[in-house]
């Protein structure tokens, strides 16, 4: 795997393996808890985690053309992913049910890792500009770009249930 490519990696899984310790020791009532009725519970914050990866890792090997490229757009998701911004889901395949089993999520959470590990060690330096995703807002993106995506997307929440878990 390209250096770059296994460093943007390795952070995200050990940050992903990180909340999955911490979730897997919380009392399951506060993992399903909802702060508020429009609120998230852990649980759905998870969930969505969880299928938004499965949703990029399978796209991520079709490397075909998504389009035109809209960096604005990416910029602006990335913006409200830092900054914590309440957002609807532009994805209605990734809204969660908040019916899922904490186990059942963190094995195909493992599943899309792999999924990705596999995609990210056959990429070449001639591959890194090429679109291999397409986000419903940000349109095409490149598997840098896809990362740092998935990174912004992954800390965003991982936040939002450490907020949770500290409010118990």
């Not at 952070?11 to 020791?25: G, T, Y």
């Not at 904490?102 to 094995?107: H, V």
């Not at 940000?138 to 991982?158: D, I, M, Q, Y």
Request: some cysteine.
């Amino acid at each position: 795997m390209l250096t770059e490519l296994r460093q943007q990696y390795d952070q995200l899984e050990d940050a992903r393996l990180a909340l999955v310790k911490k979730v897997r020791e919380l009392n399951p009532k506060l993992l399903r808890y909802k702060p508020e009725p429009e609120r998230w519970s852990i649980l759905e914050d998870l969930q969505h985690m969880v299928l938004a990866e499965q949703k990029t890792a399978l796209k991520l090997g079709t490397a075909a053309v998504f389009g035109e490229k809209n960096p604005e757009m990416l910029a602006m998701v990335l913006q409200v992913l830092d900054q914590d911004m309440v957002v609807d889901v532009p994805d209605p395949e990734m809204v969660p049910d908040g019916d899922a089993a904490l186990e059942d999520l963190i094995r195909n959470w493992d599943q899309a890792r792999k999924d990705l590990y596999r995609f990210l060690s056959d990429c070449g330096p001639d591959d890194l500009e090429a679109p291999v995703s397409h986000h419903v807002v940000a349109g095409p993106l490149t598997v840098v770009e896809c990362l740092g995506l998935l990174a912004s997307h992954f800390h965003h929440h991982r936040r939002r249930i450490e907020a949770a878990i500290d409010r118990r």
